[in-house]
């Protein structure tokens, strides 16, 4: 959906007048709260799209860890448990 209005656009927007039409005065001051308030959507879209793009950037960087294979893990788990034994048998396990 694309933005078709921005605050410019609104503000130069001119009505035909008629005879029992608004008051002029009340139609242009709520017109300028509508763009305030549309003016800041703008912005706090483009902060939060920043920000969005800042994290996507940051988690990217996060995912790329060293790898460890399966093999390396396995054996350092296997060496740790080797010595847990000799140090809880002693050296009956050895022989």
């Known amino acids: 959906m694309a933005n078709q209005l921005n605050g410019k656009d609104i503000l130069e927007k001119s009505f035909k007048t008629s005879m029992r039409g608004y008051n002029q005065e009340d139609v242009d001051e709520y017109l300028d709260v509508i763009i305030q308030d549309y003016e800041f959507f703008q912005q706090e879209i483009s902060r939060l799209q920043q ?6 950037k940051q988690s990217d960087n996060t995912r790329i860890r060293p790898s460890t294979s399966n093999h390396q893990v396995n054996y350092d788990i296997l060496k740790r448990l080797s010595n847990l034994e000799k140090a809880v048998f002693g050296k009956k396990y050895e022989e």
């Open 51 to 56: 920000e969005n793009d800042r994290l996507k």
